[in-house]
């Protein structure tokens, strides 16, 4: 089989698998929900809409800022996505013109079910402490 | 006066590649729009550029340009927000290169060879995320989905005291969501139906098997009539599970143009038909 006749027969499903692949390492190290990223993990955990972002030591309520601040508010979704270091960093550094002190806390917490007892909690995902340069 | 014309639609049906062609490209138009939102003003800019060639210039939809041009407004939305984007944009993607491959060379063999492998992986590796994912082989998603009225939402109209159960959940949910984390209180979830936990269970590792046989039967008997029977169970079964009318569209559609029986052929149709009707309306989800 020539490069060509490859190349058409199979392009599609390897590419598929390729962004499969990708998806699984973006998991792994770069902490994406599996609901994104095109490996077809949709519904097979609790969407990540319903985490929860909280900022501890803002000088006002987050909720207002969001309102205010376009720039955090578009980042928020991202950062439930992708609730690695480096996006809590950076929503961090976004947010702290806000912040009254010198550090900040940023928390994703994520729903926590238990069939078997029926109940229904929140778990911390991921901390981080942002300290103003 | 004849109302309905058999001996056309049976022709229609009979042609599976056109008929498959054709359902795709009033997709690819419907979700164009319906997804408008985000890039608004290129992506309409090229949604006109193809409705216009394809009505005044080529008048068929078998020209590889219209589907160049879907392909560039589906890559760049990847391009702009790859890890926003559903995964059945992924399929969409998939999907219109295939089409593009088999409008150069004509080979029908590759065509639905494509077609088989993506339908395949994607149905496995869906399985497989499910199967790996702790959330869902114990049955608190499911759990968490039925309890909070996500899945089988049509019942909830119909049957009162389950819907004050839901609406219950949720307020109580939207209460603790008031609270600051950190206090780690639980609050108690009450049941739509008694076993929930048990019936979740079951009903998540029913999910991940059906995904898993028909994923592997698709590419071992692709023609088999049991295969399609299972595949057509699958979609119709995620329809009144929770109304992805998007992504079922498209399925069906693959389902067209791997079916090799007529009337299976027609079920598919029918399927995505209903489906790209709720998309449309905007009862199901694009």
Known sequence: ?133 | MKIFYWKSARASLSDKNMLGLTLFFLFSLTYVITTGVDHRKIKLFLFCLVLTIALLVVKNIKQPILWFLFLIILINDLICDYLVRANHHFLMVYMTISVIIFLSNSKTVDFLRNIQLVTAIILFFSGIHKLISPQFISGDFYYYMINTGSFFKPILYFNHEMNDIVLNNKNLISELGKEDPINSTTITLQNVIPNLDIISRAFAWFTIIIELIVGIAIVWKPKSVMTHLLFIMLVVGIFFTRLENGFLTLLAICGIWLSENHKITAVYLFLAIISMAFVITEIGFH
């Open chain 1, 1 to 133: 089989m020539n490069t060509k006749k490859f190349i058409v027969s199979y392009i599609v499903p390897i590419s598929a698998l390729l962004v499969i692949g990708i998806q699984f390492l973006l998991i792994k190290h770069y902490k994406l929900n599996p609901w994104k990223g095109g490996g077809f993990g949709m519904y097979s955990q609790i969407h990540y809409y319903y985490n929860d972002l909280i900022i501890n030591d803002l000088k006002k309520p987050f909720d207002s800022i969001i309102k205010q601040d376009r720039q955090v508010a578009s980042f928020v979704m991202d950062v439930k996505r992708t609730p690695n270091k480096n996006n809590l960093k950076h929503m961090a550094e976004l947010v702290s013109q806000y912040a009254k002190r010198d550090s900040i806390t940023i928390q994703i917490w994520k729903p926590s079910v238990n069939a078997e007892t029926s109940s229904y909690t929140r778990e911390l995902l991921i901390e981080y402490q942002f300290v103003k340069p």
